[in-house]
């Protein structure tokens, strides 16, 4: 079971928008940066959204991260066959001095 | 621009030691401004945060692996490494290398990662 809690899938068709979740504590997402990434199966995951909120050169736009005390969400708008992945959130656990993963979101574009 | 790269035997016996390289080329892995770490992905799981490392040698470990692995720096490769011993079927993954960059002194986003490496566990 994961530190961080996020739901095992979601959906969409293209076009919409996606919303996925990530629920933490005090000692991580209450206390630190979430960080996402995205992993299509068969390759590394890839840095998506960084501190929260920041997407690294080459991230569209259409990706964005918010994060509101202990709960940390990826939104992703336009939705496009290609984002149809693995995500993952992340941060620092200060409790006990770990990085910690969420579970994984499995999004498919239908 | 930094490259990271696992290598590694890909069949390691129960009982011991799983032992992976990761080389980085296009920088230093005696920056002060990054920790190195290592990641894996059991199959069709999540990820697994197994640990870093620092350009001074100071390590962190995931807690369920603490006691079984070490992770080291070999500056002179420019390389750093995974040991993890007493090794099970619960080992089997695919094992990333990846830099942990930083931001005021502390740890920040995984923003280079390896192309990653299976390691089956079995007999």
């Known amino acids: 079971q994961s530190v961080l809690t996020q739901p095992p899938s979601a959906s969409g068709t293209p076009g919409q928008r996606v919303t996925i979740s990530c629920s933490g504590s005090?000692?991580?997402?209450?206390?630190?940066?979430v960080y996402w990434y995205q992993q299509v199966p068969g390759t590394a995951p890839k840095l998506l959204i960084y501190?929260?909120?920041q997407r690294p050169s080459g991230v569209p736009d259409r990706f964005s991260g918010s994060q509101s005390g202990t709960s940390a969400s990826l939104a992703i708008s336009g939705l496009r066959s290609e984002d149809e992945a693995d995500y993952y959130c992340?941060?620092?656990?200060?409790?006990?001095?770990?990085?910690?993963f969420g579970g994984g979101t499995k999004l498919t574009v239908l | 621009q930094v490259q990271l790269q696992e290598s590694g035997p890909g069949l390691v016996k129960p009982s011991q030691t799983l032992s992976l390289t990761c080389t980085v080329s296009?920088?230093?892995?005696?920056?002060?401004?990054?920790?190195w770490s290592w990641i894996r992905q059991p199959p069709g799981k999540g990820l697994e945060w197994i640990g870093f490392?620092?350009?001074?040698?100071?390590?962190y470990y995931s807690l369920s692996l603490k006691g079984r692995v070490t992770i080291s720096l070999d500056t002179s490769k420019n390389q750093f490494s995974l040991n993890l011993n007493s090794v099970t079927a619960a080992d089997t993954a695919v094992y990333f290398c990846?830099?942990?960059?930083?931001?005021?002194?502390?740890?920040?986003?995984?923003?280079?990662w390896g192309q990653g490496t299976m390691v089956t566990v079995s007999s």
């Open positions: 490392i620092y350009y001074s040698g100071s390590t």
């Open positions: 005090s000692s991580t997402i209450g206390s630190n940066y």
């Open positions: 296009g920088g230093s892995i005696s920056s002060r401004v990054c920790y």
């Open positions: 990846a830099r942990m960059g930083m931001v005021r002194g502390v740890g920040d986003a995984f923003d280079i």
């Open positions: 501190r929260n909120n």
């Open positions: 992340a941060a620092w656990d200060d409790a006990v001095s770990v990085e910690v």
